[in-house]
C-alpha cells in the first residue's frame, strides 16, 4: 500500500532553516505530483508548494523566495527546503501524492521569536 513518511520538523528561532523529508513507497514516485501542505492550529489545511513529475512548481504567495520543494526520484524522496523561517510557519507539515487521497501522517514544525 502507499505510504508517506514525513521527517525533519523541529522547533527552531525565526530566522533559521529546516528541511523536511517524505520518504514514498507503493507509488511510482517518478511519475506523479507532489504537495507540501501545513495545518496551523484553528485554522484549514493550506498548500505550500507543489512539483509535478517533470519538477514544474509552484508556491504558496507566503513562502514564496523561502521555501523550495524538490525531489530525488532515485531515492523516492519529496523534500521541503524552509529557510527565513517566521512563526507564522507553525504548523504541521504534510506531503501528499497530488490527485489522490493519500497523505502523510505530519511532522510538526514550530519557529518562536
Known amino acids: 500500500q502507499v505510504q508517506l513518511v514525513e521527517s525533519g520538523g523541529g522547533s527552531v528561532q525565526a530566522g533559521e532553516s529546516l528541511r523536511l523529508s517524505c520518504a514514498a513507497s507503493?507509488?511510482?514516485?517518478?511519475?506523479?505530483?507532489m504537495g507540501w501542505y501545513r495545518q496551523a492550529p484553528g485554522k484549514q489545511r493550506e498548500l505550500v508548494a507543489t512539483?509535478?513529475?517533470?519538477?514544474?512548481?509552484n508556491y504558496a504567495d507566503s513562502v514564496k523566495g523561502r521555501f523550495t520543494i524538490s525531489r530525488d526520484n532515485a531515492k523516492n524522496t519529496l523534500y521541503l527546503q524552509m529557510n527565513s523561517l517566521k512563526p507564522e510557519d507553525t504548523a504541521v507539515y504534510y506531503c501528499?501524492?497530488?490527485?489522490?487521497?493519500?497523505w502523510g501522517q505530519g511532522t510538526q514544525v514550530t519557529v518562536s521569536s
Open positions: 501528499k501524492v497530488q490527485g489522490s487521497n493519500y
Open positions: 512539483i509535478t513529475s517533470g519538477r514544474s512548481t
Open positions: 507503493g507509488i511510482i514516485f517518478s511519475i506523479v505530483a
